[in-house]
């Protein structure tokens, strides 16, 4: 029943976006295999921003919320998965299914969701931490101290009051460096392996090509 008139609104996404299909004389090319296209912006992926333009705006504490674009053959796949993300004790997001249209367009079944920001961050992981994303160019190569050399690898989404890259970097130089005996002794510190083997595994149940062992 709300309604917000002024807000913040862009595409979101890397992957999803790479099949938009470029225009020609005023009209979009057909591309084997890639149907998005700027001609259906009901079927992109958005993320809108209540507090853009609105200081404070927000609904129920949610400041971004996410439209997500769904290239699978039904839009209750990733509805499905977030729930079972949740119910496994990993960390997952709030989703609701909504109708969704573009200046008066056709209306499209969509996912809205939370962002994973700094609100989501404390509400999944407690406060005080950071949180980073593998870019899908880059790579887990240790360079060294320089922060600058891994802007093409990583970004960091949120914690940025509470940390920068430091943990992220000495993290990269101990999978990279260690020899046998130290990652052995220092992994359990450094990684929560319980959680990580769950994650691990449902990515596999969920048949996930974009998880930890795709792009990025």
Partial sequence: GFTFEQVGMRLKGNSSLSGLAPVEEGRP???PGRDASADKP???PWLIRLDKFVDGQNY???YDLVIRSNTS???LNEAVAVDLLDAAGLASQDAVAIR???NGGPVSLRLGMENPDDGWMVRAFGPGGGLYKARSDGNWDYRGG???AY???FDQKAGKGDFDLTPLVDFLDFINNADDAMFDAGLPERLDIDGFAVYLAMQDLLQNFDDINGPG
């Fill in 151 to 153: 802007d093409e690898s």
């Fill in 42 to 44: 009901e079927d992109l």
């Fill in 29 to 31: 090319v057909a591309i």
């Fill in 100 to 102: 969704f249209f573009v």
């Fill in 146 to 148: 320089d922060f600058d």
């Fill in 60 to 62: 129920e504490g949610l």
């Fill in 73 to 75: 053959q039904t839009s």
